[in-house]
């Protein structure tokens, strides 16, 4: 299982995904853009983009992260323009990008309206939490910075490894697949748990098991009888601190939980948020570490 180090930690507590910008008092909108024409002085928002941006060896063209870029470290040193959903256009244009790459569900949205409509190009990068959408979004970002060989390159590297993390559970009965419980917090006693959708079903997925919670998209708070009724036989959690923080304690001695089969095993997996969820060239990994977490024998190694 991968437990989280200091840094890991606040990886997980910055999650969220990208956004980055600049704007001028004059100008069109480089709206929709997918090239950026000067890459001197780059802003990534969202820590994939990042990830992808340094994997590619192009790290020397950033002038500026977000706040969920805390991986790879190098990337720390770079000025901190925010949370990538809660933006100012003030604090990116302090850096004086020439081009900003900003992850797709950047916010707040009045922010990202006057940052397409700026001088500055601004690239939208999407986001798909499956296999594919990270090859895309490996591509997408190396066409921006003029990169595409090297994107290709490392496209097809991704590719690979992914397919060889998914290959350790194909041959898992479905009916022998866990049933994976994701949950975001529980503050106040309150279970805010992943529905379909989010990077935390994506990785489930990914890892040969099944989101134990169906009926609705996004997170969303569940009822003590909805978490019953999942029959989660594990509970899948970012590893936090500080408030955020839920210890074995306070998760087992939930009424709800301590009513499932997970509960009832204390079945619990942390890690890294942002290793986890990031959804970018770590992925993979974070496939393998997932699925011998859930299967441990009973995968391939």
């Known amino acids: 299982m991968m437990m989280s180090t200091t840094q890991g930690l606040l990886r997980s507590a910055a999650l969220g995904l990208s956004v980055l910008l600049s704007i001028t008092t004059a100008g069109h909108a480089a709206e929709g853009t997918s090239v950026l024409p000067d890459t001197s002085r780059v802003a990534s928002v969202g820590g994939s983009i990042t990830e992808i ?6 790290e020397a063209k950033l002038v500026a992260r977000d706040s969920t870029s805390v ?3 190098p990337a720390l040193k770079l000025p901190d323009v925010g949370y990538m959903r809660a933006l100012s256009p003030e604090g990116v244009l302090s850096v004086s990008p020439t081009g900003i790459l900003a992850l797709e569900g950047s916010g707040p949205k009045e922010a990202v309206d006057v ?3 700026a001088s500055i190009p601004f690239v939208s990068i999407p986001e798909d939490f499956t296999h594919q959408g990270i090859v895309d979004k490996v591509r997408v970002v190396g066409k921006a910075l003029g990169a595409e060989a090297k994107a290709e390159e490392l496209a097809t590297q991704v590719d690979q490894q992914l397919n060889e993390a998914e290959a350790l559970t194909a041959g898992i009965p479905q009916a022998d697949r866990k049933r994976v419980l994701f949950i975001l917090s529980l503050q106040g006693g309150k279970l805010l748990a992943s529905g379909s959708g989010t990077a935390a079903d994506g990785i489930i997925d990914l890892a040969g098991a099944v989101n134990a919670v169906e009926g609705f998209s996004g997170y969303k708070q569940l009822t003590d009888e909805a978490a019953i009724t999942a029959r989660p036989d594990i509970i899948l959690m970012m590893d936090r601190e500080g408030e955020l ?3 074995d304690s306070e998760l087992y001695g939930h009424p709800a939980i301590a009513s499932t089969p997970a509960g009832q095993a204390r079945r619990v997996i942390r890690m890294d948020g942002a290793y986890l969820l990031g959804f970018g060239p770590r992925t993979a990994s974070a496939v393998k570490d997932l699925a011998a977490s859930l299967y441990g024998d009973a995968i391939k190694k």
């Open 53 to 58: 941006v340094y994997a590619l060896g192009e």
């Open 71 to 73: 991986y790879p470290e």
């Open 115 to 117: 940052l397409k409509k």
């Open 245 to 247: 923080a839920i210890d």
